[in-house]
């Protein structure tokens, strides 16, 4: 069957593609996090019957699962939308062979299903269907449970597809999807209508009615039927691909303004751009987004509040997620042009210092945005206070300066989510010790120091940093200059 | 203007290129031709301060070029399409290269307009990406912005390929315009025999990355190279 030889064709493009021989650690390192994160649903799936039952008397915990549904699913979705990369093909390839148009399509379609990361809630739900259901309902409703969350599973892959090859990805987008689960989450909140019973009810048919199963099966059906409909439609093989790289030209013209100061403005506009035409740059600041909220989750949970390297350590998330995650992979941004930027007339001295601006830019914004939390308390804004400084005085020097050992090549025009392009040892080396030393430092210093003074030993730290920032670019100049050449021969390898 | 001494670069212990002396006059049209894997590339890319020599140095204006950053602001070049940056459109392309060398707006389209006949209408003015345009047009992209900056010596690797035939006309007539005009130091790559001796002055063929040949551009030098190169 031809469907199963393309499947054969990727799975082969998998193993062949030099990305799949990158360095051993980080292979162990990406290996150990998946196991890391499997034991931990598996321990949540096994016990989130125990904690289910001790929240409510009355229902089992799967009508406590099955009101929670619509939640679930659309957060599930929305997660799909902003992660799933869409799955595309090699088509110029395929085009020219006597492949029927649908078959292509099917393949595209059906691609994702044998991808087992797609699978990852099934370590929730199995531990749970056993454990739990079985014990509560039977064996039966346990098996049917199973079998529904994996058409649902399905459903939510071809419908966020369906949504994404549909509407682009663009910002807007995100904020409708916010609007309607914060509307959802408002009805039920001021009691006008209530979605968990609603979805109770709907969902106790579709788990434990045996026709259930049957309009389980319809639903994702369906959701398959959309995406058909849609190539129908689109009738072009290149709309298959399209979409994404549609629309990202309005976003940077409004920065325009900087070209006013010389080569330094001109090559900040130019990593704006990079930024926002690009789907992993894009993605990166929307999760950053997303983090600056954790403080919400561990300012008012007490088992964080109460410890202050916790506290350091959501500070340094909240108030420096960006430049973070954008300053791991500064200077291999730009490896596509690599090239250009030696050649150009671009003193190193200039290129430092645009990334120096760009990383703390990132920081003075991330601060701004985190002024709400004043709110919670003028113990968070000192927190922040004193986390800015040291993300800007420290970190950005420390991503700056092993940025220059990171020679691994960054195709932005690949685009996918989890495209880890230019991640080796290298990079968890430069990003853990960031992300870890000011909580190490804090849970030393609590020993003999309140929290105040940990924040005004890391705001002083961090403040000599930032006195000394010329200092700072001047060694990384150097250290830029003694490097480029490693750095330009690593980039110009393409994977 | 260009001197090169001693020049040699090594790759897992094999040398690809051995250069003990080699110099060129400011003005000079200097055509490199060679097989693949001649050390073309490699010599543009160490003149370029790309890649470190092993040992030697090239010096131009008498300043090493290793490291520095002076000779940056008046050697314009395009090797490859690492020279260009796939998510801008052309405009927004020239535009940050030729603020780069401090040229006004103005400064900018006087210049492109000066190569429209050249860009064919399928280069400005245009919505496209770079990434998105065919390697001819993106040849063209790059090759124009090298000299966007009005640069004293040109440095350009195999820049008839991807071309059409008109477009490789239009640029051998914009390479000869600069030499008269401006007088143009240029470095020029090619596996064409005939473009080189039609633009370049001076011909010099590489080998295993030794110079074999350096001769004066005559009528004769076609047929040399042609039956230099013949097996």
Known sequence: ?495 | MITISNLTKKYNGTTVLDIPALNIQPGESFGLVGNNGAGKTTLFRLILDLIEANSGEVTIKNQPVARRDEWKSYVGSFLDENFLIDFLTPDEYFAFVGKLYNKSEGDISAFLEKFSEFFNGEVTGNKKLIRELSKGNQKKTGIAAALLGDPQILILDEPFTALDPSSQIRLKRILNELQETKNTTMLISSHDLNHVTEVCKRTVVLEKGKVVRDIATSDDTLKELESYFAV
Not at chain 1, 133 to 143: E, K, M, T
Not at chain 1, 148 to 172: E, H
Not at chain 1, 281 to 306: D, Q, R
């Open chain 1, 1 to 495: 069957m031809l469907i199963a030889d393309l499947l054969k064709q990727e799975f082969r493009k998998g193993f062949r593609s030099q990305a799949f021989y990158r360095g051993l650690a980080v292979k162990l390192f990406m290996g150990f996090m998946t196991l890391y994160f499997a034991a931990i649903f598996i321990t949540i799936g096994f016990s989130l019957g125990k904690i289910l039952e001790e929240v409510h008397d009355t229902r089992t915990p799967l009508e406590l699962i099955n009101g929670a549904s619509v939640y679930i699913i659309l957060a599930a979705l929305t997660i799909r939308f902003f992660m799933q990369s869409l799955n595309t093909l090699n088509l110029q390839a395929y085009q020219s062979l006597p492949v029927k148009r649908s078959t292509l399509v099917n393949f595209i379609l059906l691609k994702p299903l044998f991808s087992i990361g797609n699978y990852l809630t099934l370590l929730v739900v199995i531990p749970f269907a056993v454990r739990s259901v079985s014990a509560w309902h039977s064996g039966w409703v346990a098996l049917q449970f199973v079998v529904v969350c994996i058409l649902i599973i399905w459903m939510d892959i071809w419908l966020a597809s369906y949504l994404k090859r549909r509407f682009g990805s663009d910002l807007r987008a995100f904020v409708v999807i916010l609007l309607i689960l914060a509307g959802v989450a408002a009805l039920e909140y001021f009691k006008v209508f209530s979605v968990f019973g609603f979805s109770m009810k709907i969902f106790g048919f579709v788990m434990m009615n045996p026709l259930g199963l049957v309009v389980a099966l319809l639903v994702s059906g369906m959701a398959y039927g959309l995406n058909l409909m849609f190539f129908s439609k689109n009738y072009y093989p290149e709309k298959f691909n399209e979409k994404l790289s549609r629309g990202e030209n309005k976003v940077t013209g409004g920065f325009s303004f900087l070209e006013k100061y010389g080569t330094i403005g001109e090559l900040i506009q130019l990593q704006i751009r990079l930024i926002f035409r690009h789907k992993r740059t894009k993605s990166l600041i929307y999760m950053s987004a997303v983090f600056m909220l954790y403080g919400l989750l561990f300012y008012t949970n007490e088992m964080y509040s109460g410890s202050p390297a916790w506290l350091i350590f959501c500070g340094l998330i909240v108030t420096g997620m960006a430049s973070l995650t954008y300053g791991q992979w500064v200077i291999s941004w730009e490896s596509n042009y690599f090239d250009a930027i030696l050649t150009k007339n671009i003193p190193a001295k200039t290129y430092i210092k645009v990334n120096y601006f760009i990383l703390i830019a990132f920081n003075v914004i991330s601060f701004l945005l985190s002024t709400p939390y004043l709110l919670m308390g003028t113990k968070f804004f000192f927190l922040h206070v004193a986390m800015f400084l040291f993300n800007t005085g420290i970190n950005a020097f420390l991503l700056i300066f092993t940025a220059t050992f990171n020679n691994k090549r960054i195709d932005l025009s690949a685009r996918s989510m989890f495209n880890y392009q230019g991640t080796t040892y290298k990079s968890f080396l430069i990003i853990l010790p960031v992300m870890f030393f000011p909580m190490l430092i804090t849970f030393i210093l609590a020993n003999f120091l309140s929290f105040n003074m940990i924040l005004l030993v890391l705001g002083l730290l961090g403040l000599s940093g930032v006195v000394s920032i010329p200092y700072q670019m001047k060694l990384c100049t150097q250290q830029f200059v003694r490097r480029k050449y490693a750095l330009a021969e690593g980039f110009r390898e393409s994977e």
